[in-house]
């Protein structure tokens, strides 16, 4: 069966690729795949996160196993097959490029095609530019300034909430919807 998944950024909103790829194949060739459309070296950590509706992470692959809890099973890209983890149309993926600065692509398993397999995964759709592969220190760490505004406190409703509206990521459906060329 072959995987067509659609890859997207809030970063670089313009930022869009489509990813097919055989079922049986792994993690690491879908990684590489994926870095090597982007323009993005192969010798950084990164991983993958199997999501749920909500985006929220529930199982991580990564690329080197760090043995921080024994406990936890590890799923290795180089030993994970796609199909052990990803079967369902609709499936939400994370893919950590930057963990410094936990940065990501939102990923989604557009189409399943069964019947059909394919020796090696190809880009089959690109726009735009990339983000950056790093960020800056300065981008990263924000010295807070003191101001003097004479608000003793400032409550929690001054910083948001924990919640955000779906509408708010990288439309991927309004990409699927375009023709390919």
Same mark, same amino acid.
Request: net charge negative; with cysteine.
């Given at each position: ?9 809030? @970063? ?11 079922? @049986? ?15 993005? +070296? &192969? ?8 999501? +749920?509706? !909500? ?13 921080? /809890?024994?406990d936890v099973d590890v799923w290795l890209m180089e030993d994970t097959q796609l199909d052990e983890l990803v079967e ?13 600065? @936990? !940065? ?5 398993? &557009?189409?399943?095609? $069964? #019947? ?8 089959? !759709?690109?726009?735009?530019?990339? $983000? &950056? ?10 010295? $807070? ?9 400032? #409550? ?10 779906? /509408? @708010?990521?990288? /439309?991927?459906d309004a990409f699927e919807g375009e023709a390919l060329e």
């Amino acid at each position: 069966m072959v995987y067509k998944f659609l890859v997207g950024s809030e @970063e670089a909103e313009n930022f869009k690729l489509e990813i097919m790829i055989d079922s @049986e194949d792994t993690f690491m060739r879908l990684r590489n795949t994926i870095l090597e459309a982007a323009g993005y +070296d &192969k010798d950084q950590m990164d991983s993958f996160y199997i999501c +749920d509706e !909500r985006w929220n992470k529930e199982t991580e692959v990564t690329v080197v196993d760090m043995d921080l /809890d024994s406990d936890v099973d590890v799923w290795l890209m180089e030993d994970t097959q796609l199909d052990e983890l990803v079967e369902d149309e609709g499936q939400r993926l994370k893919f950590v490029f930057d963990y410094v600065a @936990e !940065r990501y692509f939102f990923m989604r398993l &557009k189409e399943t095609i $069964p #019947g059909r397999s394919l020796h090696d995964p190809l880009c089959t !759709r690109k726009e735009g530019k990339a $983000p &950056k592969e790093f960020t800056d220190v300065e981008d990263i760490v924000v010295t $807070p300034k003191v101001v003097n505004t004479g608000i003793e406190e400032i #409550g929690e409703e001054f910083y948001g909430d924990d919640t955000y509206s779906e /509408d @708010e990521l990288t /439309d991927l459906d309004a990409f699927e919807g375009e023709a390919l060329e």
